[in-house]
């Protein structure tokens, strides 16, 4: 089992190794690839040291499965190079997401959709991910007709620049900036680029990859996303609608029997998700579970997760073990 890290050299690359370790995936060979200036440097696993090579490279070296983490603009001209040559891509940027196409999966909502025809595969953004980890047990039983949503994104989502940005700060260090200002003491309402219609592109991500990834339409998502200042985790206040009435009881039972869901939510001992605590951890956490007493069947959540983990590298690592155990 060849497997292939792209963008082995960045946040998430660094996360996906180390998860390939933790869980113990059943690699026989490694190649770890990175942009032109990194190749020649080298990366240990499992104290080994392994050599970076380009992309032209590993794609002639023809792995199993390759993962991606580097960027739209290379998955857009890489994946389907080594598609070509029989490699199974999972790709972790937004390239390939909404394209028709392609499946957008989260293990244990969709994988059971793949098949060997696959050959390239998307993971969702960060904050869909642990945003459908808790709301898809809860759209079966109950179906949802709206979700407003407002995100508490850390800087690691903006990449090392930003983690920088924000430790430059609060050491009193001048240095490049990530985001047109301060994030130290402030609150961006802008995460990735603005559209023509006046939301963000993170905002849209999160409007319509819940749809594909349920293949339902029939609900309504709208977000604001915002950037704060700590250094990894996601956190998310969600306001959703169903169909049907709820039992409180019900819902937390039904969370706590999702695989990956942690409930954490007892006001009595201030017991709620944080990202101090999703830190290094795989799970979604969910808490603040209430109801919402302005509007008729409406719920409100608040969902926390490790950005970098679930978000991005655990989620992927996971489409890989399903295709080793199911496909390949």
Known sequence: MKIAVVGATGMVGAVMLKLLEERQFPLTELILVASER????????????????????????????????????????WAPKFAEAGTMVIDNSSAWRMDPTKKLIVPEINASILTA????????????????????????????????ISTYQSVSGSGAKAVQQLENEINGVKGEMAYPYPIGRNALPHCDVFLENGYTKEEMKLAMEPQKILDDHSFAITATAVRIPTAGGHSESVNVQ???????????????????????????TNTYPMPIYANGKDDVFVGRIRRDE?????LNLWIVSDNLRKGAATNTIQIAEYLVAHIL
């Open 38 to 77: 990194s190749v020649g440097k080298k990366i240990s696993y499992k104290g080994v040291d392994h050599t970076i090579v380009g992309l032209a490279t590993a794609v002639e070296m023809r792995p199993d499965i390759a993962i991606f983490s580097a960027g739209g603009e290379t998955s857009l001209e």
């Open 117 to 148: 025809d696959d050959k390239i595969i998307a993971n969702p953004n960060c904050s869909t991910i642990q945003l459908v980890m808790a709301l898809s047990p809860l759209h079966d039983k109950y179906k949802m007709k709206r979700v407003v």
């Open 242 to 268: 169903f169909e049907t009435d709820f039992e409180l009881q019900e819902v937390r039972a039904i969370l706590s029997q999702s695989d990956g869901v942690t409930v954490q939510d007892n006001t009595d």
């Open 294 to 298: 302005t509007q008729e069947n409406s």
